[in-house]
T-cell receptor, first 114, second 113 residues
Framework: EAGVAQSPRYKIIEKRQSVAFWCNPI?????LYWYQQILGQGPKLLIQ??????VDDSQLPKDRFSAERLKGVDSTLKIQPAKLEDSAVYLC?????WGPGELFFGEGSRLTVL | GENVEQHPSTLSVQEGDSAVIKCTYS??????FPWYKQELGKRPQLIID?????GEKKDQRIAVTLNKTAKHFSLHITETQPEDSAVYFC????????????FGTGTRLKVLA
């Protein structure tokens, strides 16, 4: 079974530039999560989708971050404009449904903002 | 909002010794508590979880205990091996229409050979 795919693995940009990350969850997984993991900290939820609908985006900085999950499968997370404090690993995860259970994480996209 | 505190932040043990990592959660409605292991440069992976209707769960060398009254849960690793070296994250979640996982800050475990 293929795992959660993310790209790019690494991205370096200047502050005020924009960046986009892509995630392809495990086939059949209804729930998709984007987490931000700053060095030395635990993953922090940015946004959670159930199929193609947003169920939680309370911690998403909506003035600069946006995310979508078209057709309930792939998802993109965009940052525009980026700030220095956005430097982090962006982890995408998926789970079979909305109930308690295992989150399957991708390998992450490491963003460095200079 | 929900908060999960995790201690210690780093832990070094001799190979063969036991390791214990503790987490405290704030929301008494939390009812599902997973533990994830993240090796250097790799993705977090679930190693064990526990639901609020049980007090302890064991899987070979790892076990998790839950004290709902005190709102804390712990990961126990016995007979530690070098391959146990990693960062461990606890999480707490509850049913609020969907399950949202709040992660602790992580514990870096080093098993010394």
């Amino acid at each position: 079974e293929a795992g959660v795919a993310q790209s790019p693995r690494y991205k370096i940009i200047e502050k005020r530039q924009s960046v986009a990350f892509w995630c392809n969850p495990i086939s059949g997984h209804a729930t998709l999560y984007w987490y931000q993991q700053i060095l030395g900290q635990g993953p922090k939820l940015l946004i959670q989708f159930q199929n193609n609908g947003v169920v939680d985006d309370s911690q998403l900085p909506k003035d600069r971050f946006s995310a979508e999950r078209l057709k309930g499968v792939d998802s993109t997370l965009k940052i525009q404009p980026a700030k220095l404090e956005d430097s982090a690993v962006y982890l995408c995860a998926s789970s079979l449904d909305w109930g308690p259970g295992e989150l399957f994480f991708g390998e992450g996209s490491r963003l460095t903002v200079l | 909002g929900e908060n999960v505190e995790q201690h210690p932040s780093t832990l070094s043990v001799q190979e063969g010794d036991s390791a214990v990592i503790k987490c405290t959660y704030s929301d008494s409605a939390s009812n599902y508590f997973p533990w994830y292991k993240q090796e250097l440069g790799k993705r977090p992976q679930l190693i064990i979880d526990i639901r609020s209707n049980v007090g302890e769960k064991k899987d070979q060398r790892i076990a998790v205990t839950l004290n709902k009254t005190a709102k804390h849960f712990s990961l126990h690793i016995t007979e530690t091996q070098p391959e146990d070296s990693a960062v461990y994250f606890c999480a707490a979640s509850k049913n609020s229409g969907t399950y949202k996982y709040i992660f602790g800050t992580g514990t870096r475990l080093k098993v010394l050979a």
